[in-house]
Structures are given as C-alpha cells and as structure tokens.
C-alpha cells in the first residue's frame, strides 16, 4: 500500500507561489480620448517646429492709451505673433513641412518612450493607462510637455519595477540616436551670433556622434527639425533618469537599493540641481534650470510606492542598471541654454 508524504507541516502555510495577473485592456472611449490627445499635440508640436525654423516676426503693436489697452496688450500680442506664424506656414509649404518633420521626429522619441513603459507594464500584468500627450500652448518651444502614463494597480516585485521604470528611457533613446545622426549631418553653418539669442548647448551625445561623422559642431549653426527633436528627446531622458520620487530614475534606484537610498539619492539630487540652476542663472543668464529644481521639488514631496515582492535584482539587470546610468551621461546637460 503507497502513501503519500507530506514535506510541508500543517502548521506552516506553504509558500503561494506567483501568479501573473493579466492587464486590463483599454477601452474604445480610452483609445478615443488618447488618441485625441495625441492629433492635438501633433499640431502644437508642428507649430512649434514651424516656429523654430521661421525668421523673428515682431507683432504690431498699436498705441497704449487707456488701462484696457495695457490690460489686452499681452494676450492681443499673442494672438496676432501667433496668428502671424501661421500665415507664414500657409503661405510658405517648406516651412509648414518642416514642422512636420519635427513634430514626427519629437512624437516618435516620446512615443517610444510612453511604448516602452506600457509594454513593460503589461508583461508584468500591471494595469495602466494608454500614453497622455500633453499639448503646450502655441510659441512655447516644445510645442508639448511631454507625455506620461498612469499606473492604476500595484507593483509585482523589484524586478517589475526596474523594467517598468528603465524601459521608457532606453527606448526612447534608442529612437533618439539616428534623430540626433540625422540632425547633425543635415547641419548648416551660420555666421557666429553677434546680437542677442538663445544658444542651444549640445549634449555628450552630439559630440560622439559628430566625432564619428566627421562633423563640426558649432553653437552659431542653423538650427533643422531633427536636431532639435532629439535635442529635446535627449533633455527628456535626463530629467526623467534624475534619482528622485516616481521619475524613471527614482523607480530604477529604488528597485536597485532601498527605500533609504532612494530618498538621500533624491535630496542630493535635488540640491545638486538647485546649485545648476543659480549657476545657469549667473553665467548663461538662462532660467531653464529653476524649472527643474521645482519639479524635483514636487517629486520628492510624493511617496513612492512599495514593490510587492522585494528579492533583489540579477545579474542581467545590473548590466542594465550600468547602460542606463550611461545613457544618463551622454544625454545630461547643465546647462542646456544660454541666453546672450
């Protein structure tokens, strides 16, 4: 007569064992409203690719006579520069095109970005939202503030977290890198700036890249839709890899160490970028810098959530960890402007 054996004492639980859970798909009035979202963006970002390869257009601007012509100054100038921009891309189809080509060059990074995210989430069973494309209003430079998505359900492990968090970064940048080669071997040289004007400093990046193509680098060159696509891309991904709160750094630190690191990471952080900002202020006259010091401010003032299952990462994930913090260095900038 057989009988069976039981290795496990009744009076310990046995252990549970993982169960993946799966997804929640999206919805049709989601897909809707995101993909709204998205064509909106999409002009913004095409007005402001016009923007950025069209001469200076100084609005008219009719006498100051009462405190009603004072109060409507500003939103009346910026409805008749804007409406400007707009003519001069109807009346000139090249300009129009090269908004175009920025604003698909820009939405594919970010896309890209948002894609890598999301997949990850979903491999992970982890529910979250399609990708939110922030529209900006048109003359701001980007044409958007980006793009993000909402996790809606808990973190599985360490390891989820850490694909989740690196994954939108690495492909993002994957998709920057042949933006950035195009950009730079379609550059043109310009007279050096004499005058007033916004310099665009380049990051490591751009300089291998040049390096390797045989490209001259110059801060007078004329600026064309891909390069400043993936010059955006590529601040995009630093900020978002900056150690702090529920950024994409902050989420690869915590997984990597422990809730106390990723805190003192943060604060230091922090400061570090304060110090940047005064700095940029001071020696490049630029305040690009005090924007990020406040959203880091933000971010740390959010709690991060915990990981369900806490095993450490492997081996694979700290050769990522490695590409990651790399890829961080060839797209930070200090000072990523100076206004002359």
């Known amino acids: 007569m ?66 009603l012509d004072y109060l409507l100054f500003v939103p009346e100038s910026y409805l008749k520069l804007t409406g400007a921009y707009i003519q001069l891309a109807v009346a000139y189809p090249a300009l129009l095109a090269q908004g175009v080509m920025f604003a698909s060059a820009l939405l594919a990074i970010l896309a890209a970005h948002e ?27 980007a044409g958007t503030f980006g793009a993000f998505i909402k996790i809606k359900s808990p973190i599985p492990s360490r ?24 950009g730079i071997l379609i550059l043109q040289p310009a007279p050096p700036i004499t005058g007033g004007g916004i310099i665009f400093k380049d990051p490591l990046l751009f300089h291998l890249i040049a390096r390797a193509l045989g490209v001259q680098l110059s801060e007078s060159a004329l600026i064309n839709p891909f390069y400043m696509a993936a010059w955006i891309g590529l601040l995009v991904t630093s900020l978002n890899l900056m150690p702090v709160g529920q950024l994409d750094g902050g989420h690869a630190v915590y997984a990597l160490f422990n809730a106390r690191v990723h805190r003192w990471l943060g604060r230091t952080a922090f400061v570090m970028v304060s110090v940047l900002a005064i700095l940029g202020w001071t020696w490049h006259g630029s305040p690009s810098g005090f924007l990020y010091a406040v959203l880091l401010a933000v971010m740390l003032r ?32 200090p000072f990523p402007i100076e206004i002359l």
């Not at 095409?46 to 100051?64: D, H, K, N, Q």
């Not at 989820?160 to 195009?182: E, N, Q, R, S, T």
Request: proline share 12%.
């Open 302 to 333: 959010v709690r991060h959530p915990q990981a369900e299952d806490g095993r450490p990462l492997d081996q694979p994930r700290m050769f990522v960890a490695i590409l990651t913090l790399l890829v961080f260095i060839l797209s930070f900038l």
């Open 2 to 67: 057989s009988q069976s054996i039981q290795a496990v004492p009744p009076f310990i639980d046995a252990p549970v064992p993982y169960l993946r859970r799966q997804a929640a798909r999206p919805t049709a009035r989601e897909w809707r409203r995101h993909l709204a979202l998205f064509l909106l963006t999409s002009l913004t970002t095409t007005f402001a690719g016009v923007l950025i390869v069209s001469p200076e257009i100084e609005p008219p601007v009719r006498p100051l006579a009462s405190w």
């Open 115 to 141: 894609a890598g995210h999301y997949i990850a989430c979903r491999r992970y069973g982890v529910d979250a939202t399609l990708p939110f494309f922030l529209p900006a209003p048109p003359l701001f430079l």
């Open 159 to 182: 390891r989820a977290l850490f694909d989740i968090g690196v994954a939108g970064p690495l492909a993002g940048f994957i998709v920057a890198v042949p933006v950035a080669i195009l």
